[in-house]
Structure formats: C-alpha cells, structure tokens
C-alpha cells in the first residue's frame, strides 16, 4: 500500500488551527528571542547568579517552543487535506 495512504487526514478548520497556532508560537518565541539577548546583556554586565537562572529558564521556553512549532508543522506537513 503506498505510503499517502497511511497520512492522517486534516479538514480545513484543524489546518487553519495549526497555521493560526503557529504563527502565535513564532511570535512566542521573537518575544522570547529578545528576551534572552537583553538578558544576554545585562547578564554579561552584572554576572548575577539570578539573572543566569532567569536566561537558563528563558532559553528552556524557547526550546520548548521551538519543538512544538517543528512538531505542528511536521504534522501538516504529514497531512492530507479534504
């Protein structure tokens, strides 16, 4: 049996749900990106224990969210459309 035969299938709304979906993580992690830079800085000036938390944290959001907007796409991109 070929392949596109296993692909699950997706209506319209649940794609236009995981496009909406993304684009609102892309925006998660441009306000996070900047984040993580302005504590960059103020991190290489102050050298604060509190402050390589907040950027260890920071950059663990930014990972996650990362994985979750792979993971949306790779399903649309693994998905029928009807």
């Not at 596109?4 to 993580?25: D, M, N, W």
């Amino acid at each position: 049996m070929p392949r596109e035969a296993f692909k699950p299938v997706l209506c319209g709304t649940h794609i236009s749900y995981c496009v909406s979906k993304q684009r609102r993580t892309m925006q998660d992690l441009a306000e996070l990106e900047s984040q993580i830079h302005y504590l960059e800085a103020r991190n290489r000036q102050a050298g604060k224990e509190i402050l390589r938390q907040q950027l260890g944290l920071l950059q663990e959001q930014y990972r996650q969210l990362l994985l979750r907007e792979a993971k949306m796409a790779w399903q649309v991109t693994q998905s029928r459309i009807y």
